[in-house]
């Protein structure tokens, strides 16, 4: 069994500690967040979620980026008539139409935090990328960051009337950075990159979402420039019974180790709860999986991520690695962040047992 230290300062960022960039809003999330070492700074790019204050039960405020006026909007409806579905917390549906979403409850951007312990973070007070085109006009969510060379890589899931769609940005110091690119078309989300060329390509997992069967499942796929990502093979899905029957999705950016790639995903059950697992992917060719762990390494169990927004939910987008140690930032029940600690040849030898010496 794989020893989970979780901070005992957790969850080390909560809604309280973010003050609203939008008048009459309320921070009601940053959580999922993508990590990055940056000089002698850990740098957390949070997904900060933030809804208008609603006083009237009978109202729904539903908050919008306009890109003809490059402004946050409210659109306010009424569902005294019931036409609107809201017993997700994180979405409108339309009541009796087979829609995942008609808007979202909130609105996401990307959100810097700084720390040079890796406990205690001061929170900027400004976003780093906020919605700004057609693709964000629904928010911006969960982020991941992979170093490749001298840049960081953020990738992350634009929502809009389109769709979900994966965007590319890069940026060589967190002030500023540069777009590069939509990687990934609607339905897509949950794409990690590895941090290396294999064989002359990038690779990048990712989880596209399949309307005609329904499946939620892991693919892989890669690209020669970062940009075009093409020769996709399916990777894996979740089991018939037990904690990942529901949907999986890469979570942290592979680590390299000499006996593979380790991929801490994540995996929900079909009711929602949601667990990080781990399995190797072969050095040389990603596409093959070396072995994978039937029971999760971290699943909800403290009070902070049994309760919150959206319950029992650990969620894993990034990571520290020191020597044997990993560090992972972890988002918990769609609210705070949290962290925790363990062995990298811990988990390995779960994976492959007496061939870890």
Known sequence: MVKIERFTANPIISPEDVKPINDGFEVIGAFNAAVAQYNDE????LRVAERPVNKDENKILIPVYNCQTKTTQVITESNRDGRFDTSDSRVVK??????????LTSLSYLRLARSTDGVNFSIEDHAFV????????????????????????LNFSSVSPRGICVELISTSNFESYQHEAIIFNPDNKDVVLFPEKIKQRYYALNRPTVKS????????????????????????????????????????????TKYGWLEIYHAADKSSRYCMGAMLLDLDDPTKIIARLQNPILEPEAIYEKEGFFGEVVFGCGYVQRGDEITMYYGVADTSVAGCRFSLKEVLKELLGDQIG
């Open 42 to 45: 850990t740098i957390l790019v």
């Open 94 to 103: 339309e009541a009796n139409v087979n829609h995942d979403f008609k808007y």
């Open 130 to 153: 906020y919605p700004h085109n057609e693709y964000e006009t629904y928010g911006i969510e969960d982020a991941r960051c992979t170093k490749i060379g001298d840049k960081y890589y």
């Open 213 to 256: 069967t329904g499946h939620n499942d892991v693919w892989i796929s890669s690209s020669p420039e970062l940009h075009s990502f093409g020769d996709h093979h399916w990777l894996f899905a979740g089991s018939e019974k037990g904690w990942d029957n529901g949907r999986v999705g890469a979570g942290l950016p592979p680590i390299k």
